[in-house]
């Protein structure tokens, strides 16, 4: 086997950015409808490409043909005959929805229990989870995982609100869930009227109140989802503020919700997602309920190593995937891309060549990706520039 050069699909959420995919990738901006998802992998929903014979070749469709010799034999044990991961460039133009993701076992029990009863709620695709992390490649914003309760009160309270003193008597015996509850559930004939309560709040309060950052980040949420409760579900997440090549790690039943920025994100090869408000579509409080982890998330960053010279890495609890990044400079020689495969690497700066003991390197440059099965063996990367790979843990 060899490298691929891998084609990704650019998915067009109304949140994306119209100039970031396409900077990164050298394309003239703004785009003509925004740009907010690459996909780099083999998920059925929009699987990435390499170059055939007679034509772009699915990479669904390779793995298929050939499980062992694309994953490797252990890989396609544990997972199936699929690629258990998705690499993902996201551009968060305006705010995400609220969401979380159910645990592999919750999955495949809610899964077959949603298939087995056609007037059950479609809330799951498939019966896997779904965890997954991000790496800044821009100044980046985002909810992720909830803070300390009585720092949420504190925030809540400055409103001067009397309606949501249940919440605020939630948050002070730390009850996260009855707080979420009692917000999702809000009356829905009130919900307008509560929100522009406190836009209007937030306005009065001075600019360097201890709380500023979390009043304008109600204000700029309700200007994109006027009426949405879950514009006060945001202020009991951490806000975070990741500087390019910082990370965050969002584990099952994680409240999170990107913000702005560009980032490389990878993922278990699901699109199973809880949503809790922030969004025109469907909210099912009670699946959501079920599958949130109401426990403080002290620090939402995700810490990197260094494991060689110019290599960091991103380990995370889960066996579907790891995050690499290499850093290839004029003095450092060539180096050996980690993992043994199925890899995708992808390009963020520069020109850099992968390339195996014997066969015609692929070079990839920022925004586009290689694809390296199993049976390519080890591989080099050289040049000068930047790339990310995933690969499955061994």
Known sequence: MTVFPLTGVIRPYAWGSRTAIAGLQGRPTPTEGPEAELWLGAHPGDPSTVPGPDGPVELTRLIADDPAGHLGQEVAERFGPRLPYLMKVLAAGAPLSLQAHPDAEYAKEAYARQEADPTAPKNYTDAHHKPEMLVALTPFEALCGFRSPAIAADVIAGFGLPRLEPVLTALRAEDLAEAVRLLLAWPADDRKALVDDVVAAAGTLP?????????????????????????????????????????????????????????????????????????????????LLRVLRFEVLDDPLLHASEIAPGVTSWRVPVPDFEMYRITLTADRPPVRVPGTGPRVILGVEGDVHLGEEHGIPVTVHPGTAAYAPAGAGPLTAAGLGTVFVAAVPT
């Open 207 to 287: 600019a360097d109140h201890p709380h500023a950052a979390s009043y304008r980040l109600a204000t700029d949420l309700a200007g994109h989802y006027p009426g949405d409760p879950g514009v006060l579900v945001a202020l009991l997440l951490n806000l975070v503020h990741l500087n390019p090549g910082e990370a965050i790690w969002m584990p099952a039943g994680n409240l999170h919700a990107y913000l702005d920025g560009l980032g490389v994100e990878l993922m278990a090869a699901s699109d199973n997602v809880l949503r809790g408000g922030l969004t025109p579509k469907r909210v099912d409080v009670d699946e």
